[in-house]
């Protein structure tokens, strides 16, 4: 509740400080403009990336504050998410247990087969920076937009136990299967951003693409019993949606009565 009240007091700082009561129209004036984003992507990854997972979903939020002379800079944060993870199979090969011809993978605490499920997390954090172009404009405000920018990526597999029932896969030991991975990351940003009158009707689309260079931060991979001192390069490329709050006050009515 306390993060909740400093979050709720600086988007009141913002709109009352940073941007004057406004006299004028989205559709007819151009407009400085500060407003929040939430997001949902699809992305799809090569290179290195590829070699670990498959294709992911985010969600984001972000904070962009747009000028009057429609030039774009704020900051995004996007969190990845899938059970597309290509090492499955052989993850845990090595304390897994086989009878015969039966694979009964790995047991827990009573002995039976362990309840394993594995995902892919991950977040970006971007510092990102652009302009919009007077392109297919629908109002001075509006139109194609180009950005990039500069951040920090991180990744790895979440294991999850079921009931936490299995020693050899306590959350310490988990460390050494996650290939939890960090590193720069900078990104660029192709899309349309469109503002209304309507705070409502507010939104963005865009083509999105991303490059980290990532290393492993931890100190063992117990599978391949070795350390991961390579350093990896991470592409993801994905279509992004986004829906925009503007944080400026209200504008005044058009007509008033005596």
């Known amino acids: 509740m306390k993060n909740c009240k400093y979050l709720f007091l600086f988007l009141f700082l913002i709109q009352s400080s940073?941007?004057?009561?406004?006299?004028?129209?989205?559709?007819?004036?151009?407009?400085?403009?500060?407003?929040?984003s939430l997001s949902y992507s699809y992305q799809f990854p090569f290179v290195d990336m590829s070699e670990r997972f498959g294709s992911n979903s985010t969600i984001g939020a972000g904070f962009t504050y747009k000028t009057q002379n429609n030039i774009l800079w704020g900051i995004d944060w996007n969190f990845l998410f899938s059970n597309n993870v290509k090492y499955k199979d052989t993850l845990f090969k090595a304390i897994s247990?086989?009878?015969?011809?039966?694979?009964?993978?790995?047991?827990?605490?009573?002995?039976?087969?362990?309840?394993?499920?594995?995902?892919?997390?991950?977040?970006?954090?971007?510092?990102?920076?652009?302009?919009?172009?007077?392109?297919?404009?629908?109002?001075?405000?509006?139109?194609?937009?180009?950005?990039?920018?500069?951040?920090?990526?991180?990744?790895?597999?979440?294991i999850e136990v079921y009931q936490n029932d299995t020693p050899q896969l306590d959350p310490d030991y988990r460390k050494?299967?996650?290939?939890?991975?960090?590193?720069?990351?900078?990104?660029?940003?192709?899309?349309?951003?469109?503002?209304?009158?309507?705070?409502?009707i507010n939104f963005k689309a865009e083509i999105e693409a991303y490059y980290g260079l990532t290393h492993s931060i931890r100190a063992y991979n117990f599978d391949t019993m070795s350390k991961d001192t390579n350093w990896r390069?991470?592409?993801?490329?994905?279509?992004?949606?986004?829906?925009?709050?503007?944080?400026?006050?209200?504008?005044?009515?058009?007509?008033?009565?005596?």
């Open 233 to 258: 390069h991470d592409v993801l490329v994905g279509l992004k949606v986004s829906w925009i709050i503007p944080l400026y006050p209200k504008a005044p009515k058009d007509f008033y009565y005596d």
């Open 97 to 158: 247990f086989s009878q015969g011809d039966m694979d009964i993978n790995i047991l827990n605490g009573a002995g039976q087969p362990a309840i394993i499920n594995i995902y892919e997390r991950g977040h970006i954090i971007m510092f990102r920076a652009g302009k919009i172009f007077d392109v297919w404009a629908h109002n001075p405000n509006s139109g194609l937009f180009l950005t990039g920018g500069l951040g920090l990526f991180t990744h790895k597999i979440r």
């Open 176 to 200: 050494g299967y996650d290939r939890c991975s960090v590193g720069p990351v900078t990104g660029i940003q192709l899309g349309y951003i469109y503002f209304n009158n309507n705070r409502l």
């Open 18 to 36: 940073l941007v004057p009561a406004q006299d004028k129209k989205v559709s007819e004036d151009k407009m400085s403009i500060p407003f929040l």
